[in-house]
Nanobody, 124 residues
């Protein structure tokens, strides 16, 4: 059974940076498309970024384009989300999600596996 574990969430000041990690186990990582979502209190879960199974294609939501970068290291079964220029409105629980496809989707329903989430708080 595939398991995803996020880490790297923290309290950071506006303008700061964080790198989130999503570590996968229990399945062949190379066949997985991985996405990052976030959910702030009282809001819908929002798709942020996605990377295809071989790391050749990435997609970003307009809200994070130019500030966040998604990468993957298949040798380590890990996907990263580098977040720069953080703003208070980036405060949320960040989730990674996976599906056995080779293309991205921004739909929650596309992903069969989810991590437990990691809290990111941007505040002075």
């Amino acid at each position: 059974q595939l398991q995803l574990v996020e880490s790297g969430g923290d309290l950071v000041q506006p303008g700061g940076s964080l790198r989130l990690s999503c570590a996968a186990s229990g399945a062949t990582f190379d066949y997985l498309v991985i996405a990052w979502f976030r959910q702030a209190p009282g809001k819908e879960r929002e798709a942020l970024s996605c990377i295809n199974s071989v790391g050749t294609r990435t997609e970003y939501a307009d809200s994070v384009k130019g500030r966040f970068t998604i990468t993957r290291t298949n040798a380590r079964n890990t996907v990263y989300l580098q977040m720069n220029g953080l703003k208070p409105e980036d405060t949320a629980v960040y989730f990674c999600a996976a599906a056995f496809h080779n293309y991205c989707s921004g739909s929650r329903r596309f992903y069969d596996y989810w991590g437990q989430g990691t809290q990111v708080t941007v505040s002075s």
